[in-house]
């Protein structure tokens, strides 16, 4: 291996380990680019309406967190209040549910089911401690307040720096291109601008909506309890799919049980009814301009993030999949493999190629130019003459 090559190899390595190191950070910056980006899009719109571009800023800056206030008052406390009572109702509903589970085994035949093979005592008993240590280690992953605060407010500062001057962070990007490369990286931004925007407008969409229809559906049709934070849980779990509607479904029809036992089926048929009419209209509607993601891609994301970066990647996988597939797609599908010929060039070295040609063109015209231009002494002999 040569020299120039094993160096490489390390600076790589070393880069790699960098990165790995100041993971957190860099998932920060990223949650922190995309509010800036929502935020941006926001005050494009306000810009329509003759407002100059700090006034936007600030507009949008403003109305968000108005809008946040008002929900933290008016929805957070109920949310809080409601979600503490499931808290002490799911004792009860695990005693209800193994006093209803047992009657069903009792008027079962001996021959369809053998009460012996499934100790229905020990199964709730394993199921209530890792209820608990659920809600206990969320207890102890949202109080740690200081370091809580400290990544808030890391993640505004941030945002806030991204937002008051985003086309010097995009120069500054831009210009670690090659000459010849930086007007092809500016439109690849464009693209993952226009990607990422329209999927924050169409998450933040369905999550209204699906939290509107999971409140009406549990309050109106099957009066169930606390139906304002299953509402709320289920429209904030939109936010992540496949994963989040699975688990927004689990608190509801518990505390169904309570109330009849062919409640908990119908709070199951309402999630799914919701979530279909999400995935197959709401989607497809919203999300015209959103990057398609197969199941699996967005799956296996999801998995992938949270096992390497916990919680905050669980958030960021999307994002930051939607953002890379649109960088695959322009950068190595388009320029590189669709222009790859056996025996050529890609389209980046054929760029790079033309440019230096251009500048070859360029300094012989200026030597011609150089050659063809009088010298000082002949124009004054000519004068003289």
């Not at 998932?27 to 306000?46: D, E, G, H």
């Not at 493999?337 to 890609?346: A, I, P, R, V, Y």
């Not at 015209?365 to 150089?370: F, G, Q």
């Amino acid at each position: 291996m040569r020299t120039g090559n094993l160096l490489a190899l390390v600076a790589l390595v070393l880069s790699l380990a960098i990165v790995w190191e100041i993971r957190q950070i860099l998932l920060m910056a990223s949650a922190a680019l995309v509010i800036a980006t929502s935020l941006n899009l926001f005050a494009r719109w306000l810009q329509q309406f003759g407002l100059r571009r700090p006034l936007a800023v600030v507009m949008a800056i403003g109305s968000t967190v108005a809008l946040l206030t008002i929900f933290f008052f008016a929805i957070v406390p109920p949310f809080i209040d409601q979600f503490e009572q499931f808290v002490q109702l799911f004792p009860k509903t695990i005693d209800r549910l193994e006093v209803w589970l047992e009657g069903i085994i009792t008027r079962l035949p001996g021959e369809f089911f053998d009460p012996s093979i499934l100790n229905l005592n020990d199964l709730l008993n394993q199921i209530q401690p890792i209820f608990n240590n659920f809600l206990e280690t969320s207890f102890n992953v949202f109080s740690g307040t200081l370091g809580v605060m400290l990544n808030l407010v890391l993640v505004i500062v941030l945002t806030i720096m991204f937002l008051a001057s985003p086309q010097s962070y995009r120069n500054a990007f831009i210009s670690l291109f090659p000459a010849f490369y930086r007007r092809r990286i500016d439109e690849v931004l464009d693209r993952c601008e226009e990607a990422l925007s329209g999927w924050l407008v169409g998450v933040l969409f369905n999550m209204v909506i699906v939290a509107l229809m999971s409140w009406l559906g549990l309050w109106l049709i099957l009066q169930i309890p606390l139906a304002l934070a299953h509402g709320v849980l289920a429209g904030l779990l939109t936010f992540i799919p496949n994963i989040g509607p699975a688990l927004s479904v689990i608190p509801p029809m518990a505390t169904a049980v309570l109330e009849n036992p062919w409640k908990p089926i119908a709070v199951l048929i309402l999630y799914v009814v919701i979530q279909q009419i999400e995935s197959n209209f709401l989607t497809p509607y919203v999300m015209a301009r959103q990057v398609s993601l197969l199941p699996a891609i967005n799956l296996v994301s999801q998995v992938v993030f949270a096992t390497f970066f916990g919680f905050l990647g669980l958030l960021m996988a999307l994002p930051i999949t939607v953002v890379a597939q649109v960088v695959l797609q322009e950068l190595l599908i388009k320029d590189i493999l669709n222009q790859w010929q056996q025996g050529g060039e890609s389209l980046p070295v054929r760029r790079r190629r033309s440019a230096e040609h251009q500048e070859a063109d360029d300094r012989a015209t200026d030597e011609e130019s150089e050659i063809d231009r009088p010298s000082p002494d002949s124009a004054e002999i000519e004068s003289k003459s």
